[in-house]
Antibody, heavy 120, light 107 residues
Framework: EVQLVESGGGLVKPGGSLRLSCAASGVTFKNVWMSWVRQAPGKGLEWVGRIKSKTDGETTGYAAPVNGRFTISRDDSKNTLYLQMNSLKTEDTAVYYC???????????WGQGTVVTVSS | DIQMTQSPSSLSASVGDRVTITCRASQSISSKLNWYQQKPGKAPNLLIYAASSLQSGVPSRFSGSGSGTDFTLTISSLQPEDFATYYCQQSYSYLYTFGQGTKLEIK
């Protein structure tokens, strides 16, 4: 069974930085594409970005609201996904979920989420 | 970006009812459409992928259909555990986008 466990959330001031981690188990991590999805309080789901496997070039892609501020990376030796968030804004306040891509391009495994609050 | 629009935004129904939720894409997305269920305080769970394929472990009362721009999620006979929020999501563009969600409540 795939397990994804996020960590690193917390309270940060506008303009600050935070790095989230996602530890994966039960999957051959190096072979899978991964992404981050967020959900602002009381709102719907928003795809943040994704990283391909190393075999597929480890290419990243980001949603427009975070492009240039957020960076997704991975350490396959540690089975861990990262989300570096810089220049944080109040509108980045959300639960951040780590997700795994299936072979059919759906998001078939989700972590429990980590809360990020951006407030002065 | 491809916009996804769900209808209705909320729905009241009773146990045993047949329920249909609609999702419309702003352009053709072939069959690249997935459905998720989310219960309060929990992570979403994949129900249907590629418009009509049932994810492993999901009850057969859930089904999906459609292609191009119009899609539906149907629950054939509502069970108490099905009251939740449902989201569609397109995977045609690498910039994934979700519908705004449909909240299914008990009548």
């Amino acid at each position: 069974e795939v397990q994804l466990v996020e960590s690193g959330g917390g309270l940060v001031k506008p303009g600050g930085s935070l790095r989230l981690s996602c530890a994966a188990s039960g999957v051959t991590f190096k072979n899978v594409w991964m992404s981050w999805v967020r959900q602002a309080p009381g709102k719907g789901l928003e795809w943040v970005g994704r990283i391909k496997s190393k075999t597929d070039g480890e290419t990243t892609g980001y949603a427009a609201p975070v492009n240039g501020r957020f960076t997704i990376s991975r350490d396959d030796s540690k089975n861990t996904l990262y989300l570096q968030m810089n220049s944080l804004k109040t509108e980045d306040t959300a639960v951040y979920y780590c997700t795994k891509y299936s072979t059919r391009d759906a998001l078939d495994s989700w972590g429990q989420g980590t809360v990020v609050t951006v407030s002065s | 970006d491809i916009q996804m629009t769900q209808s209705p935004s909320s729905l009241s129904a009773s146990v045993g009812d047949r329920v249909t939720i609609t999702c419309r894409a702003s352009q053709s997305i072939s069959s690249k459409l997935n459905w998720y269920q989310q219960k309060p305080g929990k992570a979403p769970n994949l129900l249907i992928y590629a418009a009509s394929s049932l994810q492993s472990g999901v009850p057969s009362r859930f089904s999906g259909s459609g292609s191009g721009t119009d899609f539906t999620l149907t629950i054939s006979s509502l069970q108490p555990e099905d009251f939740a929020t449902y989201y569609c999501q397109q995977s045609y563009s690498y910039l994934y986008t979700f519908g705004q969600g449909t909240k299914l409540e008990i009548k």
